[in-house]
């Protein structure tokens, strides 16, 4: 299975913008609640404005507010970003750390982000249990764990460390693209032979060939021998913000203490 889905999401990356470690860390907090997309929008201007940890930990609430304000939930945010400033050059001289015991102890940073953090600006393997990964890995039979950190620890006995960072963008491009939440693609699935959930979504290829999202849409369906001459659904992909409704964003910034 993992040999499939590395064949099928080739292109698989963080698809969160950024330069520097801090600005992912940045990124990261922002994303909560929010999509990729729309926090690629936002992080010109504020990355602009905010070049270091020193400048977030003096910053004009309302302006910081202001620039932020798309992602929703900016006054949670903007409070995070502050006190991950403060913090950061406090204790450690305005230099993101590079461990996930001195991550996770950051405001606004928890296990996910910490570990998006390690693997994609440190090159430290980590596994990202996002919305996305929690779902899959437990529709494969992965794991029946429904708690972040025990999921992170079961996959990661699953999974050769060295590629725990790419298997977890690999496992959220299948989350985005094809295995959604409320209507997965299963007949239009690289994965559907070896999949204990086959048949949760639509298993006509018809069918479920609209169902699959995002700018490798027609090379997923080639893979999976599905049509492509149905155009895409036009009904959003899985919306964060409402998988997540009723979660705290600050707590969906930073997950797991």
């Known amino acids: 299975m993992l040999r499939e889905l590395a064949e099928t999401h080739t292109d698989a990356h963080c698809e969160l913008d950024f330069t520097t470690p801090y600005e992912l860390a940045v990124a990261t907090i922002l994303s909560a609640q929010t999509t990729d997309v729309r926090v690629n929008e936002v992080t010109p201007k504020l990355f602009a404005r905010y070049r270091a940890a020193a400048d977030y930990a003096s910053a004009d609430r309302a302006e910081l507010e202001e620039l932020i304000h798309s992602t929703g939930f900016y006054r949670n945010k903007a409070t995070s970003l502050i006190g991950l400033g403060r913090a950061v050059v406090e204790k450690h ?3 993101l750390p590079h461990t996930l015991d001195e991550l996770v102890a950051l405001p606004g940073i928890g296990r996910k982000t910490a570990n998006v953090i390690l693997g ?3 090159d430290i393997p980590g596994i990202t249990v996002d919305t996305h990964f929690g779902r ?16 992170e620890h079961a996959v990661g006995a699953l999974v050769p460390k060295r590629d725990w960072t790419i298997v977890s ?3 959220i491009f299948h989350g985005r693209r094809v295995c959604h939440s409320r209507k997965p693609a299963c007949g239009a699935c690289t994965l559907a032979a070896d999949c204990p959930s086959y048949g949760t979504g639509p298993t006509d290829p018809a069918q479920a060939a609209a169902l699959v ?8 369906l080639r893979l999976a021998g599905a049509p492509d001459d149905t155009p895409p659904d036009a009904a959003p992909a899985d919306d964060p913000r409402a998988l997540d409704a009723g979660t705290d964003p600050v707590a969906a910034a930073a997950d797991v203490p």
């Not at 999202?213 to 997923?220: E, T, V, Y």
């Open 93 to 95: 001289d305005g230099v």
């Open 120 to 122: 994609n600006a440190f």
């Open 136 to 151: 899959l890995v437990r529709r494969w039979g992965w794991t029946e764990e429904e708690d972040p950190v025990k999921v």
């Open 169 to 171: 963008h690999q496992v």
């Open 213 to 220: 999202k995002g700018p490798s849409r027609a090379r997923l």
